[in-house]
């Protein structure tokens, strides 16, 4: 599994990255390898407003469908379309090629409030337990 | 034979099991007035004796077969070639569920996507799903579609008024909870010009029929582009017969985003009401709004051709509580049904059959036109159904074809007063290639004798 240390998680798979006053999101590594191979990605649009906890779009992919929730409140301010044709770019790709979205925060704090690589892995450590 | 595979044995060890003393105690929460309530019911007869009097029941009714018919109204009585029926009839194929396992029902699945392939070229559109219940609900899924297409952020909707009284029922019940604002009306002469100002950019979709409710057939050229352009993309739906793209251009070619329509023309009886067939069509960028299943065509690990269920997005089985169709299978016998159809009659065949209700139509409608009294409501073309204005109400005029001529009964038209009442006296008269001139002049005699 890639754990990415410059980004920040969500308990439920998702990423958030700053970049300047913005944050680019999407979903990490182990979701990409636990859903296996994507199929469809569905994104919600440019201009919309979401708060933290939100669903903003649903990963489809040969094994099952799943939400997925945004780490914080914002605008959205662009949307990866390269998905729409090229979905498996977040299985090769989760932190990178494989973004979803880019938001403009409505409240920075909420940074704080996500946790950061290890507090992550052990969410991952606890589930893999639990399916095991 | 036990049809019941339980001994009392076993059934006695699963009540101790459940610390029940026996079955009645289950139901102990029914009251028991209602628990085991008398049903007087006749002797037990032999199969001979029911089939006896079924038989002397079902010939106390008039059936289409010997009886000349011009109801139409949206179930339309056509010749069904008798390979139909025996291709449906095999047991691979004649169950009460359709399978979709790929390993052992290929013959299923293969049916289905030569069936999607044919509505395709059929309504010249990209892809076509598996099948819904009937036209209705493929209508109403419609609705639903172009709703999802904005996002739910879209909530008008405007259905023409000669759009079956039935589907208009149906897209209401269908989309109740999501608070749409459903405009359009019921007044049977509003225009295309007046329908199309009503779509703005808050509007999801308008629907259209052709030939629509009152048979009427309407040009669909430019009327995508202008629904595109005054609602911002806003989608144009089209319900139309399958049989009159036999004769018509198709829908796809005149920018249509979605086709949708009743399929029991294709092959499918009368069969008092159903089951029937809902055929959907739409434009590839929409398929994974689109409700329904979509069978595919691919190839195995050694290269051979198979057939998979390839796409069921809005099922419940992949959205869970986020499905946004209640369909969850396909009309698997009827959409065979109709590819056996379609298959038998070829794309000349469907033309003849097109034609001949087209010209039947026109033959019918001028005889009736000559006698006195009575109309023919000529506002647009018709394919093969139209409406007569008459001297008296409909279901008398009907309640007198069945006895107007001797030894003769007509099944007349459709009463449109029960659902216009501003077209009281108004009668929807149905012409297929089934009926003969001979009916259709026993007909117009039998309006003559009314008169007289």
Known sequence: ?132 | MVYIPHTDAERQAMLEAIGVENIEELFWDIPKKFRYPPLNLPDSLSEMETLQELQFLAELNLNTNTTPTFLGAGAYRHWVPSVVDYVISRGEFYTAYTPYQAEVSQGTLQAIFEYESMICDLTGMDVANASHYDGATAAAEAVIQAYNVFRKKRSKIVVAPTVHPHYRQVIHTYTQGMELEIVGGDDPTTTLAQLIELVDDQTACLILQTPDFLGQLHDLAGLADAIHARGKDAQFVVITNPISLGLLKPPGDYGVDTVVGEGQPLGLGLNFGGPYLGFYATRSQYVRQMAGRLVGKTVDIEGKDGYVMTLTTREQHIRRDKATSNICSNQGLMALAATVYMAALGKHGLRKVAELNYHKAHYAAEAIDAVEGFSVVRRNPFFNEFVVRCPAPVDEINAFLLDALEGVEIIGGYDLAQDYPHLANAMLVAVTEMNSRYEIDLLAEAFNAFVD
């Open chain 1, 1 to 132: 599994m890639n754990l990415d240390t410059s980004v920040r998680y969500l308990e439920t798979h998702e990423w958030a990255r700053k970049e300047g006053d913005e944050v680019v999101i999407g979903i990490t590594d182990y979701a990409q390898s636990t859903l296996s191979d994507i199929v469809y990605v569905e994104l919600p649009e440019v201009g919309d407003t979401l708060n933290k906890g939100d669903q903003f779009g649903v990963v489809e992919s040969v094994k099952a469908a799943a939400d997925v929730y945004i780490p914080m409140s914002g605008k959205v301010v662009a949307v990866n379309t390269a998905l729409e044709d090229a979905p498996e770019a977040v299985n090769e790709d989760a932190f990178g090629e494989g973004w979803m979205l880019r938001i403009s925060p409505a409240n920075p704090a909420q940074w704080d409030e996500l946790l950061d690589a290890a507090a992550y892995q052990k969410v991952v450590d606890e589930e893999e337990a639990a399916g095991a």
